[in-house]
């Protein structure tokens, strides 16, 4: 018998790495939802809960929005808006509950997304006033402040705006640092303290290599790759991420947890165990209720800082839509003067800008059946400095915490411009 007809008639194993990768994943989600709670009380509070986290199974796609014009080239993996956690979330509730999808849909509020660790810890955008410098032993992270004009410099910033400057004369070159930071670091860096970039690595994440796939339209007829079909999808791997070469996988086990990260969002309803499409692909993610002590929780003494102090800074932790672009609408006129649409018995003076690079946005308008415009978004981390003008309450300053304040309602309730406050003393309060 030839050599030819020996490998025809071969009987060739089924690949089942795919599958078996995908029934590992399963029995991890089945045996963490029915692990015990501590308490009856906790079980009941885990059952469905409006505080949510979303494991995805595989890489999260998802596209900017441009026409790929049959262009072959993948978007490169992007982490996902909030707007795509608000479609997820607010399927997920329709579908539990037998409601219909209709416009009454938008109106569920979402908060949103964070990361989640596997030991409970949250991880946030790196502020824009954060900068590295520096490589190796050497490496640091710099603060940079709204400072005052020197002597014979001018600038062509809107009136009033003062500029944003290193706290320090830096020589090395920019450096690398996480994307993502541990949530008490940022809180640190907001009290003005100190934080170490050995500590921010240790503590933080960024993104690995994406996950990229090649997709090919077989035409029914001829049984081959359509002419111009083909092409790649990029998706974001939240288990992955760049690992040091200094670091083992103990290591990075202790520093990210077992398992990797979670999406970590709030919703305006209960939501309780199950699956759902998250991205582009129908890529299936584990919806799990979380308890309510997992969301974020302001600090001791925060808000009195920030009456004191009598300014604020506002971080954005997910990415803003405003009506004059990097600069949310509210504040207007030559003074650029005015109040939160949260927190309407506020008046604050927008006194400097820290921005990160704009992103464009786009998605699909299932009312309208047709595409949304694309807008620009004000990057995660943007950071705004505002004076108060007027006396500041404690309880209108609660108003703030962890809230939208996007100029347009509907852009809130998608879970844009989620902004955290924090002290900050104007250096001219009489100004």
């Known amino acids: 018998m030839s050599r030819q007809k020996k490998r025809r008639g071969r009987v060739r194993p089924p ?24 308490s009856q009380g906790a079980a009941e509070q ?37 707007s795509t956690i608000a479609g997820c979330l607010r399927t997920a509730w329709a579908r539990a509950e037998d409601r219909p999808f209709g416009l009454e849909l938008a ?22 006033d954060a900068l590295y410098f520096g490589s190796g032993d050497g490496a640091r992270c710099i603060r940079a402040t709204p400072c005052q004009f020197t002597d014979g410099i001018g600038t062509d910033l809107p009136n009033g705006l003062l500029p944003v400057r290193l706290t320090e004369h830096m020589r090395e070159k920019p450096g690398k640092g996480p994307n993502w930071w541990d949530w008490e670091d940022l809180l ?33 007829d001829t049984y081959a790759a359509r002419d ?41 309803e209960p939501l309780g165990n199950t699956l759902v499409h998250l991205g582009g692909k129908r890529r299936l993610a584990a919806l799990e209720p979380e308890a309510e002590s997992i969301w974020p929780k302001p600090p001791e003494d925060w808000f009195e800082r920030i009456q004191a102090a009598g300014g604020l800074s506002l971080t954005l932790l997910t990415p803003g839509i405003f009506s004059a672009g990097y600069r949310p609408g509210w504040l207007s006129g030559p003074e650029q003067i005015g109040s939160p649409p949260v927190a309407p018995p506020l008046k604050l003076r927008l006194r400097a800008v820290a921005v990160e690079r704009w992103q464009p946005h786009s998605g699909w308008d299932i009312a309208n059946r ?56 104007p250096l001219d309060r009489g100004a």
């Open 188 to 220: 640190s860096f907001r009290r003005g303290q100190t934080v170490a970039h050995a500590q921010l690595c240790a503590n933080g994440w960024s993104p690995g290599s994406g996950d990229r796939r090649t997709h090919v339209t077989i035409d029914p």
């Open 370 to 425: 047709r595409p949304r415009p694309t807008r620009k978004l004000a990057g995660a981390g943007t950071t705004y400095w505002l004076q108060a003008l007027d006396d500041l309450n404690v309880e209108t300053l609660e108003a703030l915490w962890l809230t939208g304040i996007c100029d347009d309602e509907q852009d809130r309730r998608d879970g844009f411009g989620l902004a955290l406050p924090a002290p900050w003393t």
């Open 107 to 128: 109106e569920k509020a979402v908060a949103g997304p964070l990361l989640l660790a596997r030991d409970n810890r949250i991880l946030v955008p790196r502020p824009a």
């Open 228 to 268: 111009g079909q083909l092409f790649q999808t990029e998706g974001l791997d939240l288990d992955a991420g760049p690992v040091r070469h200094d670091e083992c996988p103990e290591e990075r086990k202790r520093r990210l947890g077992p398992g990797g990260l979670r999406l970590l969002a709030r919703f305006a």
């Open 15 to 38: 690949i089942r790495r795919k599958q078996q990768s995908k029934q590992v994943r399963r029995d991890s989600i089945a045996s963490r939802n029915a692990a015990p709670a501590p």
């Open 46 to 82: 885990r059952l469905h809960g409006r505080v949510v986290s979303l494991d995805p199974l595989l890489p999260i796609i998802v596209r900017s929005g441009r026409p790929m014009e049959g262009k072959s080239d993948a978007d490169p993996a992007r982490f996902p808006p909030p």
